[in-house]
């Protein structure tokens, strides 16, 4: 037998065994077939499975079958899904992708259906329910090999999808993580794209047959959090919610809520900066931070003008504070006069001193 020739069958349906090639025709028989493989899944002479040709009035096999793709790999690869390891277990519903080492013609892209079975070339239906991906391996090279399609095939699968053994990522993130054993917390996030800035800190996972959700504080540093060290199961769904925000309201070039990312403090010089600045209408020396303590709101004595001079320490904001600066009335008024409003109201009131 030569090593990644696959066997043909007769008419009669036995075996005939390809002819022995010395090192020479062994060696151009492969060059030829490296000039027309197109490496995108077919042959760019025809060379395609079950293609006959005609020698002298009779028909003859073109060369070896070539394992026919099942589905398009790069139409259907969901790049959020990353290998789980060979520890994961195949279930219903699984899209994986087998392959053979060194043989690119043999490549299938099948989901296990709910009986179980997978559909090869050239094997047929295999049963992997049940199993982990490195004993389905094991499983397929041995069917390969007994069935004498390939001397030693070292076979790999790849899961592309599943809803088995997986973890939920919802919220803030919205994505699916293979889970066959555990993994911790900071891994599935990680894997999931990681903490926007929009994100709480604080996320719930929720377990079946737990009572309550199990609520993991990760403070500002995800990479470094020991809570983040935590086991995340198959079938858990971790809710990631929408970081607290600081309201700004009042004489600032831009009002609303703005976002408070935990992994970076904000204090209030830069709120500030973020909504635009103070506009010159505001009364600086009056500047209110109102607080959220427990169900009531207090007021925080801050002295902004000293705060911008660097006199006094510029305080870090909190969840759901709010920031006022109010408006001076005339200075508000002059403002939305414009320069010809100024010395229209000025030339008004000169003429009524006078009078």
Not at 27 to 52: F, I, K
Not at 181 to 189: A, H, I, K, Y
Request: glycine fraction near 10%; charged fraction near 15%; proline fraction near 6%.
């Amino acid at each position: 037998m030569i090593e990644g020739f696959p066997i043909r069958m007769s008419a009669n349906g036995s075996r005939v065994s390809p002819p022995r090639l010395g090192c020479a025709p062994r060696l151009l028989a492969w060059a030829l077939a490296a000039c027309c493989w197109t490496g995108g899944g077919g042959w760019a002479l025809g060379q395609t499975a079950g293609a006959t040709g005609t020698q002298g009035g009779s028909s003859v096999s073109s060369g070896p079958a070539t394992a026919p793709t099942t589905m398009p790999l790069t139409s259907i690869i969901n790049e959020s899904m990353l290998y789980p390891g060979e520890d994961f277990k195949l279930g219903t519903g699984d899209l994986i992708a087998v392959k053979v080492f060194q043989q690119p013609d043999y490549q299938a892209t099948v989901r296990v259906d709910a009986d179980g079975n997978i559909h090869l070339p050239f094997i047929g239906s295999v049963n992997v329910k049940g199993l982990t991906v490195r004993v389905a391996q094991v499983l397929i090279a041995e069917r390969l090999r007994v069935e004498q399609y390939y001397k030693n095939p070292e076979v790999t699968i790849q899961v592309l999808d599943t809803v088995n053994g997986a973890v939920i990522v919802t919220g803030e993130i919205r994505s699916v993580v293979p889970v066959a054993t555990e993994r911790s917390l900071r891994e599935v996030l990680l894997i999931a794209g990681g903490l926007p800035a929009t994100a709480s800190h604080t996320v719930k996972i929720v377990r079946p047959g737990e009572d309550k959700p199990i609520v993991v504080d990760l403070g500002t540093d995800l990479a470094s959090s020991a809570a983040a060290s935590i086991p995340v199961r198959p079938h858990d769904i971790i809710q990631i919610t929408r970081a607290s925000v600081v309201y700004v309201l009042g004489a600032f070039a831009r009002q609303g809520a703005v976002p408070l990312d935990q992994a970076s403090p904000l204090t209030l010089l830069q709120l500030v900066a973020l909504s635009g600045g103070a506009g010159f209408e505001g009364r600086s020396e009056d500047l209110r931070l109102i607080r959220t303590v427990g169900a009531e709101r207090k007021l925080v004595e801050v002295d902004f003008k000293k705060v911008r001079e660097g006199k006094a320490p510029d305080p870090l904001l909190q969840a759901n504070d709010i920031v006022f600066l109010p408006t001076n009335a005339m200075k508000a008024l002059l403002k939305g006069m414009g320069s010809g409003g100024v010395i229209g109201l000025v030339s008004v009131l000169v003429a009524a001193h006078t009078l």
